[in-house]
């Protein structure tokens, strides 16, 4: 009998700012996973008792700056891996992975890049890189896996609100397509992209210039998973309104249901 495990992913942009949303939206959705980024905490600093209190046990990845990840789960964590363990971890607290209900789950939050002509642009690179690296020396595609998290790369051009006002700048280059690809490669589905075949459909907007009421957005936050999982999804969402209301995150939530056999 094939069951459903509904895993979510959402950069925060501060957990400190967006608890309060991050409560009522687990209320209301009750995702079995979700994969958070940009929780900008420390470890202790963690709201471990909230999230126990709604049902889910947590795991988090953070030094109080900029970064962070974190996995909640109400169908168990176990085996929890913080960081590459190698020099990838100088870019911050970006990646952590655990098994939840027999899936292993991996939260990640990309670096960003600056411009193409960056240090920081070269790292981003290495860091995906790095995660092709690791899910080939760690898993077969025959495993059920996902990687859920802020890419910052659009797939392709369906995943921009206009093309000709990306060219030359981050998110959006061959070379970083090529490196998301390269994960695609190893045995990982969009499975968003494989439910919508339409452009328009954004998870991140810009706060300024009112981007998020004009469209004006990028579908930058993921929902990767091996052919196992990701063949029997039939119901995947960008759940729009919760970058509606006060102190929204810049970003929405994206959740799938994926099939386990």
């Known amino acids: ?3 459903r495990l509904r895993v979510a992913t ?20 009750r995702p079995d996973v979700l994969c958070l980024q940009e929780t900008k905490q420390a470890d202790a600093a963690f709201p471990y008792g909230a999230f126990e209190a709604l049902g889910y046990e947590a795991a988090h990845h953070g030094d109080g700056r900029w970064n962070g990840v974190a996995i909640v789960s109400k ?3 176990d085996g929890v891996v913080s960081g590459f363990g190698t020099e990838l971890d100088a870019e911050g607290t970006r990646l952590i992975a655990a098994t939840c209900g027999g899936v292993r789950v991996h939260s990640v939050y990309v670096p960003n890049g600056r411009s193409l002509d960056s240090e920081h642009f070269t790292a981003k690179l290495a860091w995906l890189a790095g995660l092709r690296d690791l899910l080939a020396d760690r898993h077969q595609p025959s495993d059920p896996l996902v990687v859920c998290g802020d890419f910052n ?8 609100w206009d093309p000709t006002q990306f060219e030359g700048m981050t998110h959006v280059s061959p070379p970083e397509r090529a ?26 907007w810009d706060y300024r210039g009112g981007s998020f009421h004009q469209g004006r957005g990028m579908r930058i936050d993921l929902v990767l998973a091996t052919r196992p999982l990701a063949d029997g999804v039939t ?4 759940d729009r309104n919760a970058r509606k209301g006060e102190k929204p995150s810049d970003h929405a939530p994206v959740l799938a249901d994926l099939a386990i056999d």
Do not use: I, K
């Open 1 to 3: 009998m094939t069951e």
């Open 10 to 29: 959402w950069n925060v942009n501060s957990l400190t700012a967006r608890m309060p949303r991050v409560e009522e939206w687990l209320s209301t959705v």
């Open 75 to 77: 169908v168990g964590l």
């Open 153 to 160: 790369v659009a797939p392709d051009d369906r995943d921009v």
């Open 179 to 204: 490196a998301l690809g390269a994960l695609l490669d190893w045995g990982l589905v969009d499975v968003f992209r494989s439910c919508y075949g339409d452009g328009g459909l954004f998870s991140w």
């Open 235 to 238: 119901f995947a969402l960008v």
